[in-house]
């Protein structure tokens, strides 16, 4: 099972919104509404900020949103905060079992 | 609230096994699933396996299948990993994470276990 495919890198200004892409095929993101993200600040274990295409876990801020076109999902971060930089993984369910992205640098500038 | 917690660091020669532990609290397993990833220095997250702790059906990665054996023992609320013939690349930092929602993934996570494979 291959990684999914996300930008290595992805900045912006506060304030600003910013969207992190996840491509994979139609046996993972593209056949299962079970997509997830991840937010990963250094040195510390990864959290879950969306499940199931675009729901937020309790307690997860609105400025993060998500969705999904075919074989791509999409992460949205509105009015970028300092503390949104951090490392973004998305995940798939797969019949085999799931399957993570290659993960994505945000930084605030 | 649920706590995952993990064994300590670790640290093997070329062709040893590992043994890594997650021992969860404050609500354990809850007959959902436990999944391990692994993140090797600077990379991204890759998913080792999923163990169901309602019946102990297991899944793995197929790049470690082979390698990587699951186990969970409800009645002490722990799980394991064990990671055969390892080679200087399973150098990372090993996760345990626990189901919140069948089907949507990893939601509570262990604290991870850095394992350092060198001769």
């Known amino acids: 099972q291959s990684a999914l495919t996300q930008p290595a890198s992805v900045s912006g200004s506060p304030g600003q919104s910013i969207t992190i892409s996840c491509t994979g095929t139609?046996?993972?993101?593209?056949?299962?509404?079970?997509v997830s993200w991840y937010q990963q600040h250094p040195g510390e274990a990864p959290k879950m900020i969306i499940y199931e295409v675009s729901t937020r876990p309790s307690g997860v801020s609105d400025r993060f949103s998500a969705s999904k076109s075919g074989n791509t999902a999409s992460l949205t971060i509105s009015g970028l905060q300092a503390e949104d930089e951090a490392q973004y993984h998305c995940s798939s369910y797969t019949p085999r079992g799931r399957v993570f992205g290659t993960g994505t640098m945000v930084t605030v500038l | 609230q649920v706590q995952l917690v993990q064994s300590a660091t670790d640290a093997k020669k070329p062709g040893a096994s590992v043994n890594v532990s997650c021992k969860a609290s404050g609500g354990g397993f809850a007959n959902l699933g436990v999944t391990w990833v692994r993140q090797a220095p600077g990379q991204g997250l890759e998913w080792m396996g999923w163990?169901?702790?309602?019946?102990?059906?297991?899944k793995y990665a197929q790049n470690l299948q082979g390698r990587v054996t699951l186990t969970i023992d409800t009645s002490t609320s722990t799980a394991y990993m064990e990671l055969k013939s390892l080679r200087t690349d399973d150098t990372a930092i090993y996760y345990c994470a626990r189901d919140q929602w069948a089907g949507a993934g990893p939601f509570y996570w262990g604290q991870g276990t850095l394992v350092t494979v060198s001769s």
């Open positions: 163990i169901s702790s309602y019946n102990g059906d297991r």
């Open positions: 139609s046996t993972d993101v593209g056949g299962y509404d079970y």
